[in-house]
């Protein structure tokens, strides 16, 4: 596979996860990332495990995604991709970027990791605020 076919792959595996978010569709959200792939935002790592209550507890909308910088080697990768969360009842954003890990699988490439940043009103760049989703405790 040449590296123009791999960032393809990758952009097309990037776009299936907005289009999941947006429409709600969990199993194909599930489906971009490893098995033993995390999601990082609040403060906090989240296994798939815990994935679906996150998604739950989070607003819908629309997941608007820029052009991901990628960087391949070999059978893994890296990347940031700029988000525009935009909120569906009063159309309210968040902006930020993804910064993500990926590993090629007999599958294709797949997310084993991706972290949310929050791009903020005064500026900063952070991962949000500890409280934003409360976590079941087992």
């Not at 890990?101 to 791009?119: E, Q």
């Amino acid at each position: 596979m040449s590296d123009s076919d791999d960032l393809v792959e990758i952009e097309q595996l990037l776009a299936r996860y907005a289009v999941a978010m947006t429409r709600g569709d969990l199993d194909r959200v599930l489906a971009v990332f490893t098995p033993d792939g995390s999601y990082s935002a609040f403060g906090d790592t989240y296994p798939l495990d815990e994935f679906p209550a996150l998604v739950s507890a989070a607003p819908k909308g629309l997941f608007l995604v820029g052009t991901p910088v990628l960087e391949i080697d070999g059978d893994s990768a890296t990347g940031t991709q700029p988000l525009c969360f935009v909120e569906h009842s009063a159309h309210e954003m968040r902006i930020g970027y993804y910064n993500d890990t990926y590993v090629r699988t007999r599958d294709g490439w797949r997310l084993r990791t991706r972290a949310m940043t929050f791009i903020r009103r005064s500026g900063a760049h952070d991962s949000g605020r500890p409280h934003a989703f409360e976590r079941t405790r087992s």
